[in-house]
């Protein structure tokens, strides 16, 4: 059986404006501000003062996914320009060591498991990489952004070859925090 409607809803804090022009809403916060277009899917997005809408009419599975991911997503927009997000990564090395240096938009990762050639790994968006001596920290207002940037320096230090049980150098991701560093 199918139901007639699926919506769930969002209180929107005081100090955050909602802008929804179609399906592309815009968020407005203290850190920042955030654009994302749902044009793609087939739910409706209302506003009505600082509550926000999500639903679907006679939906699918599909549909009813669809409200729930989108209003997760709007969730992460909010939490973006209020707190920010962080995500701090480990170097860790026991052969030799990891050298990591910022370039412009790029983070290279140099002398991994003594290689000769640096490892490139491009900075996504408007995210701030901040180098520690044995840390580094990832931080914005982008979720997917930010969390996508440490994956892929956390792939980019991958050790490919060697038996990983003994060669467990690389970058590892060891603490997600909202807010950030």
Do not use: C
């Amino acid at each position: 059986m199918r139901l007639s409607e699926i919506s769930r809803t969002i209180q929107v804090p005081e100090d955050v404006t909602i802008k929804l022009q179609g399906k592309v809403v815009s968020v407005k916060g203290e850190k920042g501000s955030l654009i994302r277009d749902f044009s793609f899917a087939p739910i409706s997005i209302d506003t009505e003062g600082q509550t926000v809408r999500i639903s679907a009419k006679w939906p699918r599975k599909k549909e009813s996914a669809l409200v729930g991911t989108i209003y997760s997503h709007i969730q992460n927009m909010i939490t973006g320009v209020t707190k920010g997000y962080s995500y701090k990564l480990k170097i860790v090395f026991s052969h030799f060591p990891i050298n990591v240096k910022l370039e412009g938009k790029k983070v290279l990762i140099e002398n991994f498991t003594g290689e000769r050639k640096a490892r490139h790994v491009k900075i996504i968006g408007d995210v701030k990489v901040k180098l520690e001596t044995e840390d580094i920290i990832i931080s914005g207002i982008n979720l997917e952004e930010v969390s996508q940037t440490a994956a892929n320096i956390e792939q980019a230090s991958r050790v490919k070859g060697k038996d990983a049980r003994i060669f467990l150098d690389g970058l590892y991701v060891y603490e997600r925090n909202e807010g950030m560093a």
